[in-house]
């Protein structure tokens, strides 16, 4: 049997190069960071498995994708629209709203999903436990695609002005993506400690979608509430950049613009920063 | 043999896996709290008891280039967690790890799989799973089929596949690519007789190309037949550490007075 005095033998290993070495770690926001840019060929496959593995067995398949949200309007349009008919073009204002809250509401509601499926890979085998969120994101972000198609025909149809402010599109989405992956981050790291949050979230996620003007116009709501209902709502001056792009044809308010962008880029920060900094216990919780 | 063994050892031998002083500690509390109502009800009353369980503590370990190391010991015992920690799924509660190269885990085979995807779209995933690039994964797709004896069924989606199936492409996957560190818990129960010895072929050929593997088996034949070193970890703590022979013969004598008793 061997006498296991190791830190005598150790001190000659150190002029040995290790790749990893738990005690030589860098911020761990930062290393989260790294390790997601090296392991982008993943997050790739991951969204792919998502899109391809969802519609694999059905008929129609992506064209899923697009009917969804045309669909919800249309049942929404006809409940809505005998209350809200004043809106010019109400059935593009409502999609518009409606494309951009499903595509916030699906992927953090998946990155919750995905967290806790992936809960068994993250116990066998090391990958940068952010993957899950990331790839929720781009499956939302592709989905929003997708669902763009149905939404440009109905601008068309109802006669909104299409001008070259379309163009800026990519731009909300983007800050859209950024919001949506912070809170997603944020709670798929409540979501391992307490599998309730996934319950409570859609109620959550029901209510703050009535409080956004999404089926109804802004202006119902009284002066006096504006201030709580609409200014504290990060989703209202998203939405709002979104909806003015692509339904009104004009470029967003400088305010709504640095707003929504400082929101979103710090929720990201925020949401980010503490995942990586929970991330290692969650392999001794879930 | 012996001596030219040891002294080869501390002369040329690079040791790929440092473990110093590893502990790992799970905080479970006590009533098994899990909704967040009753959280925030057990904090104000600060009733939240934590039963602190040890699942490893103070386990030292160095596995060299090339070597086989096996690790034995009952269930519970802390060879999981061992592996774990190594293969930087768990970060120990204290002590420090060091790795050089790339590690392989093939704790259980084919958890990333997914049933609704074909075998070859998996080879993609999975692929991508353990760090390696859409492009070389694609470059090694043939090999990585042949050696899976799937050939005819590639195209199909998993879920038809036996499980069989399953472990032999999750295998074929692990280790179409030379890592520095393999690990291996209990795989080599499964499969038949003959991917059996495929596998063991596979694995030589990589210790006499320079990969580490740490291995866990209940079966102390194998264990015998394929470690030069083993630990035996006993409820978290290092037991015994040495040659395979001699502490595989010392951990049956000591099952065997266990059963008398």
Same mark, same amino acid.
């Given at each position: 049997m061997e006498n296991y005095s190791l830190t005598k033998e150790m001190?000659? $290993?150190?002029e040995i190069e290790f790749t990893y070495d738990s005690q030589k770690r860098k911020s761990p926001a930062l290393e989260e960071l790294f390790s997601i840019i090296r392991y982008r060929d993943l997050i790739y496959q991951l969204i792919r498995r998502d899109i391809v593995s969802r519609y694999k067995r059905s008929i129609l398949g992506v064209l899923w994708t697009m009917l969804q949200p045309l669909g919800m309007m249309l049942v929404m349009n006809i409940v809505f629209s005998k209350l809200f008919g004043r809106v010019e073009g109400y059935t593009a204002y409502l999609l518009s709203g409606l494309v951009a809250w499903s595509f916030f509401s699906q992927t953090t509601t998946s990155a919750i999903h995905q967290i806790v499926w992936g809960g068994a890979l993250m116990r066998r085998i090391y990958l940068p436990l952010t993957a899950f969120s990331v790839s929720s994101s781009g499956t939302g972000v592709v989905n929003l695609f997708l669902s763009l198609l149905p939404l440009f025909l109905i601008v068309l149809i109802t006669h909104r002005p299409i001008t070259?402010? +379309?163009? $800026?599109?990519p731009i909300p989405v983007l800050l859209l993506t950024a919001f949506a992956l912070g809170i997603g981050l944020m709670l798929s790291t409540f979501a391992i400690r307490f599998p309730d949050i996934k319950e409570m979230y859609q109620i959550i996620i029901q209510a703050w979608m009535y409080l956004t003007p999404i089926l109804y116009p802004?202006? +119902? +709501?009284?002066e006096s509430y504006r201030h709580w209902v609409l200014y504290l709502n990060p989703m209202y001056y998203l939405i709002k950049m979104f909806r003015s792009l692509i339904y009104d044809g004009v470029l967003p308010s400088l305010n709504i613009i640095i707003i929504g962008s400082v929101i979103a880029l710090g929720t990201l920060l925020i949401g980010w920063i503490y995942f990586s900094s929970r991330m290692d216990e969650f392999a001794y919780i879930a | 043999m012996l001596i030219l063994h040891k002294v080869y050892n501390s002369f040329v031998m690079k040791p790929v896996i440092i473990l110093e002083k590893i502990s790992v500690r799970y905080r479970a509390p006590e009533a098994r709290i899990r909704t967040f109502k009753e959280y925030i009800i057990q904090l104000l009353r600060r009733k939240v008891r934590f039963k602190e369980f040890r699942a490893l503590s103070n386990v030292d370990l160095r596995v060299d280039e090339g070597e086989i190391f096996g690790i034995i010991g009952r269930n519970g015992a802390g060879k999981s967690t061992l592996l774990k920690v190594v293969s930087r799924v768990l970060m120990p509660t204290e002590g420090r790890v060091r790795l050089r190269g790339r590690v392989s885990p093939l704790l259980e085979l084919g958890a990333g799989f997914h049933p609704e995807l074909t075998g070859r779209e998996n080879v993609l995933l999975n692929g991508t799973l353990l760090g390696h690039s859409r492009r070389e994964v694609e470059s090694r797709l043939m090999e990585i089929i042949e050696f899976s004896e799937i050939d005819a069924f590639i195209d199909s989606p998993l879920r038809t596949y036996s499980s069989g199936m399953v472990a032999r492409l999750g295998f074929s996957i692990a280790t179409t690519w030379k890592p520095e560190i393999l690990i291996l818990d209990e795989i080599l129960s499964v499969g038949d007789e003959a991917f059996r010895a495929k596998c063991e072929i596979r694995m030589a050929r990589f210790r006499d190309e320079g990969t580490s593997t740490l291995l866990v088996a209940h079966d102390m034949i194998t264990i015998g037949k394929l470690c030069s070193r083993v630990m035996w970890l006993d409820h978290g703590e290092v037991k015994a550490v040495g040659l395979a022979k001699e502490i595989v013969d010392l951990y049956r004598a000591s099952q065997r007075a266990k059963k008398k008793v």
């Open positions: 001190q000659s $290993f150190n070259w402010a +379309i163009l $800026f599109l802004e202006d +119902i +709501i009284p | -």
